[in-house]
């Protein structure tokens, strides 16, 4: 499986961005999808995760602000983020989780700053 997120970039406070993490090759069902972010000298934390029932959870940080969505038959998860804050910056990871196998993106820099 091949995990790749896009839509990362510079956005100013209190703008908007959407990400894009696309799961490829052998995609098996049940699956669930995990953003995650890491920013510079922490560790990385989870934002919001979708399963295949449509469950959804978030990080009480991004509650309100984030929305977790997917394309189930497109194996997309989105993560459309509003009222950003520079303490949103990060690199923000992706990760496809089958039982117990993961499969993790590269990751995309987000970064918000006037």
């Known amino acids: 499986v091949q995990v790749v997120e896009s839509g990362g970039g510079l956005v100013q406070p209190t703008g908007s961005l959407r990400l894009s993490c696309v799961a490829s090759g052998t995609v098996l069902s049940p699956y669930t999808m995990t953003w995650y972010r890491q920013a510079p000298g922490k560790q990385r934390e989870l934002v919001a995760s979708?399963?295949?029932?449509?469950?959804?959870t978030y990080a009480d940080s991004v509650k309100g602000r984030f929305t977790i969505s997917r394309d189930y038959a497109e194996n997309t998860v989105y993560l459309q983020m509003s009222s950003l804050k520079p303490d949103d910056t990060a690199v923000y990871y992706c990760?496809?989780?089958?039982?117990?196998?993961?499969?993790w993106g590269q990751g995309t820099q987000v970064t918000v700053s006037s």
């Open positions: 979708t399963t295949s029932g449509g469950l959804t």
């Open positions: 990760k496809y989780a089958h039982r117990t196998t993961d499969y």
